[in-house]
């Protein structure tokens, strides 16, 4: 069983379009993450829930809209598509509660999106 | 910044030596954690080490970290081709607005020739 499952693994798509990618994941953790990671490999945190509460929310432009119906998804919507935008989008979970030392991360096998 | 850097960038050897990559980071952390990637892969755990800790093994890595230096080390040895992949370095700074966040580095690419 995949633990953290998230689709599509590969996305192409216009200038302008609007595309959202999904994450599950079975693990019964309470938070999930939205991390992008750039041609460089650079990875850096977008956004975080904690039990369905947004907790983190980095400098994102506002066209990035996550959404987590329950603590097991978390999906992320994206407006407007850029060229910038061009990148492999990862979801994490782990058990962190809110408190205390940030534990392990559980990563999905990403999605890349790719705006021609 | 927060994150953590890793050194070197690229690391290139032989099957069977050993490989040592580093990472510095520049603010209090309350845990670094090593992660591996296979190309085209997502992220997977390795280790973790506690600020209060100075060493930590398992299995052929082995992991150091000095808080008066801010920096850690990861060292694999007797390294095969399977441990090609990129290694990142992961801080954990648990308080305040960074509460939850680990920062992550740009990673070091290690491949093992056979």
């Known amino acids: 069983d995949t633990a953290v499952s998230q689709t599509p693994k590969y996305l192409v798509t216009q200038m302008g379009n609007d595309k959202s990618i999904k994450c599950e994941q079975n693990l019964g953790h309470d938070t999930m993450y939205w991390y992008k990671q750039d041609s460089k490999k650079f990875l850096k945190i977008m956004f975080s829930?904690?039990?369905?509460?947004?907790?983190i929310n980095e400098t994102v432009p506002n066209r990035f809209s996550p959404k987590s119906p329950d603590k097991a998804h978390l999906n992320l919507h994206i407006n407007s598509l850029e060229l910038g935008d061009s990148a492999v989008y990862f979801c994490?979970?782990?058990?962190?509660?809110?408190?205390?030392?940030?534990?392990?991360?559980?990563f999905g096998e990403g999605s890349r999106l790719t705006v021609l | 910044s927060q994150q953590g850097e890793e050194d070197p960038q690229a690391l290139s050897i032989q099957e069977g030596e050993n490989a040592t990559m580093n990472c510095s980071y520049k603010?209090?952390?309350?845990?670094l954690q090593w992660y591996r990637q296979n190309s085209g892969r997502g992220l997977v755990h390795l280790i973790l080490?506690?600020?209060?800790?100075r060493e930590k093994h398992s299995g052929r890595l082995r992991v150091t970290l000095d808080t008066s230096k801010k920096s850690s080390s990861l060292l694999i040895t007797a390294s095969r081709a399977a441990d090609t992949a990129s290694y990142f370095c992961a801080t954990g700074v648990d308080r305040g607005s960074t509460l939850g966040r680990l920062y992550f580095g740009r990673g070091t690419q290690l491949t093992v020739w056979p």
């Open positions: 994490a979970s782990s058990p962190y509660r809110g408190t205390g030392n940030t534990g392990e991360l559980f």
């Open positions: 603010t209090s952390i309350n845990n």
């Open positions: 080490i506690r600020s209060n800790e």
């Open positions: 829930y904690n039990n369905k509460e947004l907790i």
